[in-house]
């Protein structure tokens, strides 16, 4: 059994940081991207960021990139997502995800990922 717990949301006031993290059990975690994704009250579930199963790739949505850095601690099982200059735009529930599949491309697309952990709220005021 795959799980995935969230951690590190709260309140910001604009122009802050948060650091998420996402703790990972119960699948070879070095052999699978991982995916971050948010939803915002009303809209749909909206792609951040993804790493690759190694590290060395990293990909973000057009509206964080040069804000948001996403790493990963294979010994630890733990992706990371930093966030900074953060905008109220960016409130939002905070998902990490898994991929289905063991190595290649991370993929912006929801239905890639198979396990998601429970969420993490982050809230923006401006």
């Known amino acids: 059994q795959v799980q995935l717990v969230e951690s590190g949301g709260g309140l910001v006031q604009a122009g802050g940081s948060l650091r998420l993290s996402c703790a990972a059990s119960g699948r070879i975690f070095s052999s699978y991207n991982m995916g971050w994704f948010r939803q915002a009250p009303g809209k749909e579930r909206e792609f951040v960021s993804a790493?690759?199963?190694?590290?060395?790739?990293?990909y973000y949505s057009d509206s964080v990139k040069g804000r948001f850095a996403v790493s990963r601690d294979n010994a630890r099982s733990t992706v990371y997502l930093q966030m900074n200059k953060l905008r109220p735009e960016d409130t939002a529930v905070y998902y990490c995800?898994?991929?289905?599949?063991?190595?290649?491309?991370?993929?912006?697309?929801?239905?890639?990922?198979?396990?998601w952990g429970q969420g993490t709220q982050v809230t923006v005021s401006s």
């Open positions: 790493i690759s199963y190694s590290g060395g790739s990293t």
């Open positions: 995800a898994v991929s289905r599949t063991r190595w290649g491309t991370p993929s912006d697309r929801s239905y890639e990922y198979d396990y």
